[in-house]
């Protein structure tokens, strides 16, 4: 079935880099995406990758690809505290029309 | 050019009341996604919808739920006899074709059901 897990908490301290990650089930997922909800806000596109890429870099956003293990990550460098935010992982599954399937979101602290 | 537009922001219905729900996408997108997020949970996609057509409704509850989206105007979720299982945010999101590689979502309208 369809499913993309995530651990729901992250804290980590301002200057210091974020990780989050996330597993998902669709071995033929075309896309992959990160996006950043603050709160009472929507969705912000952060980065997405295509599938038959290893790794992608967009200033302090490294996001890493394992197509073997279907795991994603998210690597956040010199985490500030304006990156406290909801963090979702998002798969396009193979033969779908586009829609998305997310997880339930990472919550990352940065503490001061 | 502005973003995806989806109003009213906040919305509060009685029980058994209907519910309307306006997404107008961003120019030059005529592909709609509607999604529901649950408190605590992520977003679940309802429906998709291209111009005077659904193309897909697989995460649409079968009864009270409708979608469209018509030639002219935004795209509308309406629900009918609303229950207080339906309070949840309702994102909109838009793209310029399929299979999307940039959706761009709206800032949701939170549905309450009193």
């Known amino acids: 079935g369809e499913d993309v897990e995530q651990s729901l908490f992250l804290s980590v301290r301002e200057g210091d880099s974020s990780v989050i990650n996330c597993t998902y089930t669709d071995s033929s997922s075309t896309y992959l995406y990160w996006y950043k909800q603050e709160p009472g806000a929507g969705l912000q596109l952060l980065t997405y990758i295509f599938s038959n890429m290893d790794m992608k870099q967009d200033q302090r956003l490294t996001v890493l690809l394992n197509k073997k293990d279907k795991h994603l990550s998210l690597r956040i460098a010199d985490t500030q505290t304006g990156d406290s935010a909801i963090y979702f992982c998002?798969?396009?599954?193979?033969?779908?029309?586009?829609?998305?399937?997310f997880g339930k979101g990472t919550k990352l602290s940065v503490k001061p | 050019n502005a973003g995806v537009m989806q109003n009213p922001r906040h919305l509060v219905r009685r029980r058994g009341q209907e519910a309307r729900l306006r997404c107008s996408p961003m120019k030059g997108h005529s592909h709609v996604y509607w999604y529901r997020q649950l408190p605590e949970e992520g977003l679940k996609f309802m429906v998709y919808?291209?111009?005077?057509?659904?193309?897909?409704e697989s995460g649409m509850p079968k009864e009270r739920f409708s979608a469209e989206f018509p030639k002219e105007g935004p795209s509308i979720l309406r629900i009918q006899q609303v229950v207080r299982g339906d309070s949840a945010a309702y994102f909109c999101a838009s793209s310029p074709g399929s299979p999307n590689t940039e959706a761009f979502f709206g800032q949701g309208t939170r549905l309450t059901v009193v």
């Open positions: 998002a798969e396009t599954p193979g033969g779908s029309q586009g829609n998305l399937i």
């Open positions: 919808l291209q111009k005077e057509n659904i193309i897909d």
